[in-house]
T-cell receptor, first 113, second 114 residues
Framework: KQEVTQIPAALSVPEGENLVLNCSFT??????LQWFRQDPGKGLTSLLL?????REQTSGRLNASLDKSSGRSTLYIAASQPGDSATYLC????????????FGTGTRLKVLA | GAGVSQTPSNKVTEKGKYVELRCDPI?????LYWYRQSLGQGPEFLIY????????DSGLPNDRFFAVRPEGSVSTLKIQRTERGDSAVYLC????????????FGEGSRLTVL
């Protein structure tokens, strides 16, 4: 059974810092991995989608990497801003069974001005 | 529509009552997912539709929960004899339905059972 873990659970950094959020998964047989952002009381917004054949994806100040063999992904946020404050969630889609995504519990990020 | 739409955004009900939550996915998206999220937790998978059929309902917690998608578009999550433990945010998401498709979420329906 796939399990997804995210560390740290919470993170508070001063504005301008570069930071790394971690996601690990127990079953390396995945189709893809997706990173999401969730603001308080809102739904999830997709940030980056990495297919299993890819090593990384970039969008603006965000870079996500995937190491399938070790069951790990990292989300790198460059030059953090107060507007980046949110909960970041990763989710993996397995290759066995149906095409459902399994989510981690998220990292709650606070960027201080 | 432009995005995934969920109604109602907020529902307060009494223990034992019946509740329906509706999801209108992005036009053309054949895959539709229901998730449940409790405070401080990640979304928990409930059920996944491909077209009209439930491809995977392994996440439904018990037989009080049921979901339909009769025409392959709008879906309704139905909860019978609600319990206080059912209180959560119910999230709906859709995707194009191809393996590895990007998920797009609605804003969720917050259910409170008193």
């Amino acid at each position: 059974k796939q399990e997804v873990t995210q560390i740290p659970a919470a993170l508070s950094v001063p504005e301008g810092e570069n930071l790394v959020l971690n996601c690990s998964f127990t079953d390396s047989a995945i189709y893809n991995l997706q990173w999401f952002r969730q603001d308080p009381g809102k739904g999830l917004t997709s940030l980056l989608l990495i297919q299993s054949s890819q090593r990384e994806q970039t969008s603006g100040r965000l870079n996500a990497s995937l190491d399938k063999s070790s069951g790990r992904s990292t989300l790198y946020i460059a030059a953090s801003q107060p507007g980046d404050s949110a909960t970041y969630l990763c989710a993996v889609m397995g290759t066995s069974g149906t095409y459902k995504y399994i989510f981690g519990t998220g990292t709650r990020l606070k960027v201080l001005a | 529509g432009a995005g995934v739409s969920q109604t109602p955004s907020n529902k307060v009900t009494e223990k034992g009552k019946y509740v329906e939550l509706r999801c209108d996915p992005i036009s053309g998206h054949t895959a539709l997912y229901w998730y449940r999220q409790s405070l401080g937790q990640g979304p928990e998978f409930l059920i996944y539709f491909q077209g009209t059929g439930a491809a995977d309902d392994s996440g439904l917690p018990n037989d009080r929960f049921f979901a339909v998608r009769p025409e392959g578009s709008v879906s309704t999550l139905k909860i019978q004899r609600t319990e206080r433990g059912d209180s959560a945010v119910y999230l709906c998401a859709s995707s194009l339905g191809l393996p590895g498709g990007e998920l797009f979420f609605g804003e969720g329906s917050r259910l409170t059972v008193l």
